[in-house]
Antibody
Framework: EVQLVESGGGLVQPGGSLRLSCAAS????????MNWVRQAPGKGLEWVSY????????YYADSVKGRFTISRDNAKNSLYLQMNSLRAEDTAVYYC?????????????WGQGTLVTVSS | SYVLTQPPSVSVAPGKTARITCGGN??????VHWYQQKPGQAPVLVIY???DRPSGIPERFSGSNSGNTATLTISRVEAGDEADYYC?????????????FGGGTKLTVL
């Protein structure tokens, strides 16, 4: 059974940093693209970042480029999101989502999410 | 940047057919994926590559995509289908592809 479990969320002050993790199990993690998607309270889905299966290709949404860094450790079956210079508008539930297997495909499995609150 | 437009809400009586649209410039040339999200839960993929259905998704869910509109159709709607639905594409028009989500449609079962 495919499982994605996010962790690392919490309350952080504006300008602060946080590192999210996503532990994957039930599939060959190193074979799949991964993404981070966020959802502000009461709002819709917003894609944050993409990383290829090997980690060699990375894309970011304009809203986080230069502040967030996506990475992965295939030996540990884990995905990460380092978030720096956090702003109030970064407050959201952050989901990790698996790519469907093709290049730039659908998101076929999602974690339950971890809440990040940026507030003083 | 590429924009996907969904109606904020759609209402349908039980047993009837719900159609949720997703508009975008020449969206028919892109692959469209659809997600269902119930309150407090993570999104679930219900349609991928315009019209394919993941295992475990009822045949009542179907999709189409042509011209400037993609459509998610839910036949014989049940109370359990009440949820937010989002369409999604990859915008690969630049050398830095981006994911675009529609704003979401709240499906209300009357």
């Amino acid at each position: 059974e495919v499982q994605l479990v996010e962790s690392g969320g919490g309350l952080v002050q504006p300008g602060g940093s946080l590192r999210l993790s996503c532990a994957a199990s039930g599939f060959t993690f190193s074979s799949y693209e991964m993404n981070w998607v966020r959802q502000a309270p009461g709002k819709g889905l917003e894609w944050v970042s993409y990383i290829s299966s090997s980690g060699s290709t990375i894309y970011y949404a304009d809203s986080v480029k230069g502040r967030f860094t996506i990475s992965r450790d295939n030996a540990k079956n884990s995905l990460y999101l380092q978030m720096n210079s956090l702003r109030a508008e970064d407050t959201a539930v952050y989901y990790c989502a698996r790519g469907g297997g093709d290049y730039l495909a659908e998101f076929d499995y999602w974690g339950q999410g971890t809440l990040v609150t940026v507030s003083s | 940047s590429y924009v996907l437009t969904q109606p904020p809400s759609v209402s349908v009586a039980p047993g009837k057919t719900a159609r949720i649209t997703c508009g975008g410039n020449n969206i028919g040339s892109k692959s469209v994926h659809w997600y269902q999200q119930k309150p407090g839960q993570a999104p679930v993929l219900v349609i991928y590559y315009d019209s394919d259905r993941p295992s475990g998704i009822p045949e009542r869910f179907s999709g189409s995509n042509s011209g400037n509109t993609a459509t998610l159709t839910i036949s014989r709607v049940e109370a359990g289908d009440e949820a937010d639905y989002y369409c999604q594409v990859w915008d690969s028009s630049s050398d830095h592809p981006k994911v675009v989500f529609g704003g979401g449609t709240k499906l209300t079962v009357l």
